[in-house]
C-alpha cells in the first residue's frame, strides 16, 4: 500500500539526495566554502583531544585545501575553508581524503563519518561572518558551555 504525502515540505524532504557540488574556481574570488560533515550515526566521538589534534594536523595541510575557522561539535563539524593556490585536488576529494585519515589514525571502534556533507558558498564578508558567529555559538545552543569562549574544540588554522 503508498500512501500519498500532500505535504509538499514533507515530500521535498524524504526526496532530498545529498546537495550538488558546485566546482570551485581557485582564480575567482569568494571562493570560500562553509562545510559541515556530520559523524556516522551520530555518534558523539569528536569532542576529543586526540581527535581534534588529528583533524588539526590533517587540516594543516596547505597543498589541498586552507582551513580558516572550526569548531568540533560532538557529533559534527563545522569548517571554512577555500582552495589553495597549489590545489592538487578537488573538493570532494579533499573532504574524503581527511575524513577516510582520520578514521586510521584516531583508531577507535565509534569512530566513522557520514556520506557526503553540506557545504554553502559564502557570497561575502558579512555571510561569512555570520557563519563563524553561528558556529562559535553552537556549543552554547547546545548547553555545553556558557560561554564560547569556554568551548575548546575549536580555532583558526589559517587566516583566510
Sequence with gaps: MTIKNTNPAIALAVERKYPHHAPVNPLKEN???????CTKGRVPWLADDV??????EL???RSHWVVGPYILMPDHIHLIVGPSSS???SF???VSWWKRMSVRR????AIGWQKG???TRLRNGRHMAEKVDYMRQNPVRS???DESSEWRFQGIINTI
Excluded at 571562493?31 to 560533515?37: E, K, M, Q, R, Y
Excluded at 584516531?106 to 571502534?109: A, E
Design 106 to 109: 584516531c583508531q577507535h571502534s
Design 51 to 56: 581527535a581534534h589534534q588529528v583533524l588539526r
Design 92 to 94: 570532494e576529494n579533499w
Design 59 to 61: 587540516w594543516s595541510d
Design 143 to 145: 548547553g555545553l558551555v
Design 117 to 119: 556533507f553540506w557545504d
Design 31 to 37: 571562493n570560500l566554502i562553509f562545510l559541515t560533515v
Design 87 to 89: 590545489q592538487t585536488s
